[in-house]
């Protein structure tokens, strides 16, 4: 596999406060970016996705920022719920093909 | 959105049997899927891309005899782990690409004992 099999570090915030979750990818010809969440003991499902040529996209709640000069992706996530808590991961895609995982992030809510 | 199946959701077995899980693809079809794999506390790591009517490609590391993959039609890939040993034992996810956006199965959880 090409991700890195590291442990997850945590992020905690206080429900109503925004949260900031950061990547770094790999491959700098990598040109579709996409944030997932993964609940415990399920698949990962699509948060939001931004293209190379961008490098800011909204969605409800969120937001995911790109900068290809140092290769970072950031997801921020507005008045963080508690059912946000879970582990986020960013991916990174070249032409449409393999999608390829980072480290993740879990997501601690307290209420 | 499009909808991935697998089956089954949960499996144990004896350390040296082999089990098969399927990935389906229940709203559209896929010529091409991937299959993941997700140690606790860990992401996920491409294993291998299934592709209809064709060999599978595998990831480097990823033993191609060991996880035996067959995508027969365009709605269902297979992944076949032969022999299992308990560091097999993992979460299996696939996932199958509409158009250019993959779709994530719900995941399948070995348990080799």
């Known amino acids: 596999g090409e991700s890195v099999g590291l442990h997850l570090p945590t992020l905690s915030v206080q429900e109503g406060d925004n949260s900031i979750i950061n990547c770094a990818y790999s491959n700098s010809a990598s040109d579709y970016f996409i944030w997932y969440k993964q609940e415990s003991g399920k698949g990962p499902q699509f948060i939001i996705d931004?293209?190379?040529?961008?490098d800011k996209r909204q969605g409800q709640r969120v937001t995911v920022l790109l900068n290809k000069t140092v290769k970072h992706l950031s997801l921020q996530i507005a008045a963080t719920q508690p059912g946000d808590s879970a582990v986020y991961f960013c991916a990174e895609n070249t032409g449409g093909f393999k999608t390829i995982f980072g480290a993740g992030t879990r997501l601690f809510v307290k209420a | 959105g499009a909808v991935v199946s697998q089956h089954p959701s949960r499996v144990i077995c004896k350390s040296g049997t082999s089990v098969k899980i399927e990935c389906r693809s229940l709203?559209?079809?896929?010529?091409?899927m991937f299959w993941y794999r997700q140690f606790p506390k860990q992401s996920l790591m491409l294993m291998a891309t299934?592709?209809?009517?064709?060999?599978?490609?595998?990831e480097q590391g990823v033993e191609k005899d060991k996880f035996l993959i067959n995508h027969a039609s365009l709605t269902l890939s297979t992944l076949t782990v032969t022999s299992a040993h308990p560091e097999d034992s993992s979460f299996y996810i696939c996932s199958a690409r509409d158009g250019t956006t993959q779709y994530f199965g719900p995941g399948t959880r070995l348990l080799v004992l």
């Open positions: 709203d559209f079809q896929a010529t091409t």
């Open positions: 931004i293209r190379s040529n961008m």
């Open positions: 299934s592709n209809e009517g064709s060999k599978a490609t595998y």
